[in-house]
């Protein structure tokens, strides 16, 4: 049980970082949602990784090792978040946070399992 708790608080903090760049990208520099929740969700990953490797599974791989693998994971989450969003707001015409908090939701689990399957 603690495991999935410290992987939700880091996922908090991981995924509010990502909204915040989606949201600046946005707002202010203007680039599609797609892309902004592609680089935002870049960005939470890496705050993740660091959090997750040592707080959620205290893992003792060397990053050399668990790096390359959650950065592998996280890169397939943000296309396919990209992908959901854009979705959602071409064809479904929802807000582009709709879309994200949508997608958060349906990939939270499954980054969980890959990642402590197969990274850490």
Do not use: D
Request: hydrophobic letters at 55%.
């Amino acid at each position: 049980m603690r495991l999935w708790i410290n992987y939700f608080l880091v996922g908090l903090l991981a995924t509010s970082f990502h909204y915040l760049i989606l949201i600046l990208l946005v707002e202010v520099g203007h680039l599609k949602a797609e892309t902004s929740t592609f680089l935002g969700a870049l960005c939470g990953a890496f705050l993740a990784y660091i959090l997750n490797h040592r707080v959620t599974f205290t893992s003792t791989q060397k990053h050399r090792q668990s790096l390359p693998k959650f950065m592998l994971i996280a890169l397939f989450m943000a296309i396919v978040n990209g992908s959901l969003v854009g979705v959602s707001v071409t064809y479904l015409n929802w807000h582009y946070l709709q879309g994200q908090v949508v997608a958060t939701s349906l990939l939270f689990i499954l980054s969980f399992l890959l990642n402590k399957k197969w990274t850490f």
